[in-house]
């Protein structure tokens, strides 16, 4: 069973359009994070969010974490093809007890020039 | 180089032979995580560690052996390796609870034949 659901899969739009990923679940998490993943990589940490409701901006990135903070989104204005990658939400469903993450499928985004 | 390694970083074995794939990190972090990545499943833990000697199951344990005898070192071992096995592995670490992001190696991109 997935905790972590993630929309759309798959994503792939043309340079400066906009764009919404989804990240939900059943359980309350405590902390949620978004990662992006480059081929070959490892994941690398975009931002973290911890109260309900909470909306944080990176440039051209807008995350919020929902007022249950049982799901997230993540919008990214006037994408650019440097914005191409994995996308992959993460959740502590712990209640801070340990440092373990339940993470999304994921949604590959590809932003063609 | 200040970080996490892994490596190797492209394996290919054959069914039944045993694997070992290395981790290390310079930064002292307590805690320490192998995921395998699979298409369609995201990142799924397959054992962490919260210290030196300090181990525990993740979500898919099994044919998977891990130690921890010194803090900067998380081997992680195929005992007896399965196609099935055939993924893209990555470590991680963290500092101590609380914290949230999780740092991550570059993978070892494993196929069993």
């Known amino acids: 069973t997935q905790l972590l659901e993630q929309s759309p899969q798959f994503l792939s739009i043309q340079e400066g359009e906009n764009l919404t990923v989804y990240c939900n679940s059943s359980s309350v998490f405590s902390s949620l994070q978004w990662y992006r993943q480059e081929p070959g990589e490892g994941p690398v940490l975009l931002v973290t969010?911890?109260?309900?409701?909470e909306v944080k901006k990176l440039k051209r990135l807008t995350f919020q974490f929902g007022d249950a903070r049982k799901d997230s989104s993540l919008h990214i204005t006037a994408a650019q093809p440097g914005d191409t990658g994995l996308y992959l939400c993460a959740g502590d469903n712990s209640g801070g007890a340990t440092n373990k993450l339940i993470f999304g499928t994921g949604t590959l985004l590809a932003v063609q020039p | 180089d200040a970080g996490i390694t892994q490596s190797p970083r492209y394996k290919i074995t054959e069914t039944g032979r045993q694997v070992t794939l290395m981790c290390h990190q310079t930064w002292s972090h307590s805690y320490m995580f192998w995921y395998r990545q699979d298409l369609g499943h995201g990142l799924r833990l397959i054992y962490y560690?919260?210290?030196?000697?300090?181990?525990d199951k993740g979500e898919v344990p099994d044919g998977y052996v891990v130690s921890r005898s010194k803090t900067e070192n998380f081997p992680l071992t195929l005992e007896s390796a399965t196609r099935s096995q055939t993924s893209v592995y990555f470590c991680?670490?963290?500092?101590?609870?609380?914290?949230?992001?999780?740092?991550f190696g570059p993978g070892t991109r494993l196929t069993v034949t």
């Open positions: 969010v911890v109260t309900g409701g």
């Open positions: 991680a670490s963290s500092a101590t609870r609380p914290s949230y992001e999780q740092y």
């Open positions: 560690s919260a210290a030196a000697d300090i181990t």
